[in-house]
C-alpha cells in the first residue's frame, strides 16, 4: 500500500545524517587545510628565526672543530696559487666569517699567503661576500621576528639611524671598528637599509683596516720595518677614534 507521499507523486524525505556526524566532518582536517597550516607554521617569523640560530650554531660549531682559520693560515696547498688561489681564499675568507671566526685573524693570513696587493684584494672580497651572506640571511630569516622587539630606546635609536642614513651610518662603523662585524651585519639586516648602500659602504669602508692587517701580514718577519709600524699605527688609531665617537655619541642615542 503506497503512502500519502508516492500517492500524491512527490519523492520520499531523505534521511536525517546521525547526530554529531556534522562535527566529525569539521573536526577532520583536510588534506589541503593541513599542508596549509604547516606551511603558514614552517614559514612564520620565528620559525625562520630559529632556522637562522641553528644555522649560525651549526656554522660555529663546525669552526670550532674543524678550525678552517689554521688551514687557511699554515695549511694552504702548495698545488694552487696565482689568481685561483685568491678566489678560493676570498671565498672561504667570506664562508667562515659568517660562522664568527675574527676577521683580522684572516686579514693578516691574507697578507702572510699573497703579499700586499693580492692580499688586500682577496681580503676585500671576502669581507664583501660575508656581509652579502649575513645580511641576506638576517633579512630573510630573522627581519619580521626582530623588527617587533625594537622597542628600547637604544634600540630604536639605532634602527631609525640605520634606516634613514644606511651608507653613511655603516660606512662610519666600517671605519671606525668597535663594533664586531657579525654584529653589524645583523643589525643592518633588521633595518630597511637597502641592500646595495651596505655593500658599498662595508666595500669602502672596510679598505683602509683590511689594508692595514694585510700590510702588517706581509711584513711580519720584519717588526721592525717602518712599514710594518706605520700599518700597526693605522690598526690603532681607527680603534682608538672609533671608541671615542662612540662615548661622545652615547647621550645623543638616548636623547632620541
Avoid at 672596510?206 to 693605522?234: D, E, H, K, Q
Wanted: hydrophobic share 55%.
Amino acid at each position: 500500500m503506497l503512502d500519502a507521499t508516492t500517492r500524491s507523486g512527490g519523492t520520499a524525505p531523505t534521511a536525517a545524517p546521525p547526530a554529531g556526524a556534522t562535527e566529525l566532518a569539521a573536526a577532520v582536517p583536510t588534506p589541503g587545510g593541513f599542508a596549509t597550516r604547516c606551511t603558514r607554521v614552517l614559514l612564520s617569523p620565528w620559525s625562520r628565526l630559529s632556522l637562522l640560530v641553528a644555522l649560525l650554531a651549526a656554522a660555529g660549531a663546525s669552526v670550532l672543530l674543524f678550525e678552517p682559520q689554521k688551514l687557511m693560515a699554515q695549511g694552504w696547498p702548495p698545488q694552487i696559487g696565482g689568481p685561483t688561489a685568491v678566489v678560493i681564499f676570498a671565498v672561504a675568507y667570506g664562508l667562515v666569517t659568517v660562522a664568527f671566526v675574527p676577521r683580522p685573524l684572516l686579514n693578516l693570513a691574507a697578507g702572510a699567503l699573497f703579499g700586499s696587493a693580492l692580499g688586500l684584494v682577496a681580503a676585500i672580497i671576502g669581507t664583501v661576500i660575508g656581509a652579502a651572506i649575513s645580511f641576506a640571511l638576517g633579512r630573510l630569516l630573522g627581519q619580521d621576528a626582530l623588527r617587533p622587539l625594537l622597542r628600547g630606546r637604544l634600540l630604536h635609536a639605532a634602527d631609525r639611524q640605520f634606516s634613514r642614513h644606511g651608507f653613511r651610518s655603516m660606512l662610519a662603523v666600517r671605519l671606525f671598528p668597535g663594533v664586531p662585524f657579525w654584529a653589524a651585519n645583523y643589525a643592518a639586516s633588521v633595518s630597511r637599509m637597502g641592500y646595495f648602500p651596505f655593500l658599498l659602504a662595508t666595500a669602502l669602508g672596510s679598505m683602509p683596516n683590511v689594508a692595514a692587517y694585510v700590510v702588517a701580514g706581509a711584513r711580519a718577519g720584519a717588526p721592525t720595518s717602518p712599514v710594518f709600524l706605520i700599518a700597526v699605527a693605522a690598526i690603532a688609531l681607527p680603534a682608538l677614534g672609533g671608541a671615542v665617537l662612540a662615548w661622545r655619541k652615547r647621550h645623543h642615542l638616548r636623547r632620541r
